[in-house]
C-alpha cells in the first residue's frame, strides 16, 4: 500500500541520573565527594533509506522513544550514554512540526541525516557541587529530559519528470511503454491510484526518472477527485509532461482538458507553470485524432498572449510506438538546461539537528486549583529545573527552593495570594509554602 502522509511522535532519551556517592578507602584520607555524571540519552534521527519508497512503515507503529543513559556510579564513573533512535525515511520526505507548522527538514539526498529530537544530557554527580564551604555535597542533579515532538511526515515523489492529465489521457500507457515499470492499465477512469515511477535511459547514456501522477480532475485543488491528495507529488519534477487526448472518444474538448489542468495546477502552486511544460498529444493512431490536434493548434495560437511562451506539441501514439524517440530526447535536453533554484537539493550532506523551539512565555506561571487546594505552579523551565532536581537529599531540594527564589516565585506566591501553610503543587510534587 502507498502512504504518502503521516503523523508521529518522537521522544529522545533522557540523560542519566548524577549520583551522590563519597569515597571512603584506608589509604585515600582525602576522598570527598565521588558521585558520577549521568549518561547521555539516545538522540532521534532520521536517515534516508532509498530502497524505501512509501511511508508504510509508519503507518501502525506511530511513536518513537530512544533509551535513557545510565545513571552515574561512586568512584566518579559517569553512566553509559545510549546509543542514538536512528529510523529509515523514504528519499524526498519533508519534516513538519504539527504544533507550530514549521518545516524542520527536507530529506532528499541519499544517507542524509537530520536529528529531530535531541537528547536531554546527563545529571552532574556531586563531585561537581564541592566548594570550600561545602566540602562534603549531598548533590546531584537528575537527567535532563529528552525533547519530546509531534512530526508530521510528507512523502513528495522525486523525479525529473511528471505525467499530468485527465484520467485515461495515456500517462500510465506511455510510462509503460518508454520504461520498464508496469502500472495497472485499464480502460475505465482512475485506474492508477498510486504515484507510479518509472527510469528512461537513451542510447547517449542520459536517463532520467519520470513519474506518473494519479490523474486530475476540475477542481483538484480543492479537493475533488484525486489530485488533490497526490498533487504535492508535482512539486519536486522539473520537466512537466501534459498529456492531451486527441481522439475525442471521451466526448471532452482536448483544449478545454488542457486549459482545466494548467488552472488546477496554478491553484495549487504557481511557481508549477513556470517550469518547462511539454504537450504531449495522445492517441494519435485513432481516426479524429488528426483534425482534433490541427483544432488544438489553433486555439493554442489565439490564446497564448503576445511574448508569451508557447509550449512545444508533440503528437505521439504509444500504441505505434510513434514519436516516443523524439518526445524522450526533448524531455532530456530540457533537464540538461533546466534546474528549480528554489527546490534544489540542498548541498550539505552532514548531519543536521532541529531544535524543537516553543512559543515565548514566562518561565513560570502560577493558578490556584479550587478542587485539590493546592497553588499549582507550571511552565516549561520551572518543570524542568524539578525533573533535574534529586528529590532524595534535603540538600538538593534546598537547591531548588534557591533557584525558584530566583526566578521570583516566591514573590509571585505571595502576590497571588498565597498564606503560611497552602500547598504547592509542582508536576506530581506537592509541598507546604512557608513565609
Do not use: C
Request: aromatic share 6%; net charge negative.
Amino acid at each position: 500500500m502507498f502512504v504518502d502522509q503521516v503523523k508521529i511522535n518522537v521522544k529522545a532519551g533522557n540523560g542519566g541520573n548524577g549520583m551522590v556517592a563519597f569515597r571512603r578507602e584506608k589509604y585515600v584520607p582525602n576522598g570527598g565527594p565521588a558521585g558520577g555524571d549521568g549518561g547521555r540519552g539516545g538522540n532521534v534521527i532520521f536517515k534516508v533509506d532509498s530502497g524505501m519508497n512509501t511511508l508504510m512503515d509508519f503507518r501502525y507503529h506511530r511513536k518513537f522513544k530512544a533509551k535513557n543513559g545510565g545513571n552515574g556510579a561512586n568512584k566518579s564513573m559517569t553512566g553509559r550514554s545510549a546509543d542514538d533512535l536512528v529510523i529509515p525515511v523514504p528519499e524526498g520526505t519533508t519534516v513538519t512540526n504539527t504544533d507550530t507548522g514549521e518545516i524542520v527538514g527536507d530529506l532528499v539526498k541519499p544517507d542524509q541525516e537530520l536529528v529531530v529530537a535531541k537528547a536531554g544530557r546527563g545529571g552532574r554527580g556531586n563531585i561537581h557541587f564541592a566548594s570550600p564551604t561545602n566540602p562534603a555535597p549531598e548533590i546531584a542533579e537528575n537527567g535532563e529530559p529528552g525533547q519530546e515532538i509531534s512530526l508530521s511526515l510528507e512523502l513528495k515523489v522525486l523525479a525529473d519528470v511528471g505525467l499530468v492529465g485527465f484520467p485515461s489521457a495515456g500517462k500510465s500507457t506511455l510510462l509503460s511503454v518508454i520504461t520498464s515499470a508496469k502500472p495497472k492499465i485499464a480502460g475505465y477512469h482512475f485506474t492508477t491510484l498510486v504515484p507510479n515511477l518509472g527510469m528512461v535511459r537513451l542510447d547517449d547514456g542520459r536517463d532520467f526518472a519520470v513519474a506518473d501522477l494519479p490523474g486530475l480532475v476540475e477542481g483538484a485543488s480543492n479537493g475533488v477527485g484525486l489530485g488533490f491528495q497526490f498533487l504535492r507529488h508535482v512539486e519536486r519534477t522539473r520537466v512537466i509532461l501534459h498529456l492531451v487526448d486527441m481522439s475525442g472518444l471521451e466526448g471532452r474538448n482536448p483544449f478545454e482538458d488542457y486549459l482545466a489542468i494548467n488552472k488546477e495546477l496554478k491553484q495549487y502552486d504557481e511557481r508549477i507553470l513556470k517550469r518547462p511544460q511539454i504537450v504531449v498529444a495522445t492517441k494519435m493512431d485513432l481516426p479524429d485524432s488528426e483534425d482534433n490536434l490541427q483544432e488544438f493548434r489553433s486555439q493554442l495560437d489565439e490564446h497564448v498572449a503576445a511574448g508569451e511562451h508557447k509550449p512545444e506539441i508533440f503528437p505521439i501514439s504509444s500504441v505505434t510506438h510513434t514519436g516516443l524517440t523524439e518526445l524522450i530526447r526533448k524531455t532530456a535536453d530540457l533537464l540538461d538546461t533546466t534546474k528549480l533554484s528554489d527546490m534544489e537539493k540542498p548541498e550539505d550532506n552532514s548531519t543536521k539537528e532541529y531544535e524543537y523551539k516553543p512559543a515565548e512565555s514566562s518561565d513560570f506561571h502560577i493558578e490556584y486549583d479550587k478542587e485539590y487546594e493546592s497553588w499549582v505552579i507550571s511552565g516549561e523551565k520551572i518543570e524542568k529545573l524539578f525533573k533535574m532536581t534529586d528529590t532524595e537529599h534535603d540538600q538538593s531540594m534546598l537547591r531548588f527552593a534557591r533557584q525558584m527564589h530566583g526566578m521570583g516565585i516566591d514573590d509571585a506566591l505571595r502576590k497571588a495570594g498565597a498564606k503560611d501553610g497552602d500547598t504547592v503543587t509542582i508536576l506530581d510534587f506537592s509541598f507546604t509554602y512557608v513565609e
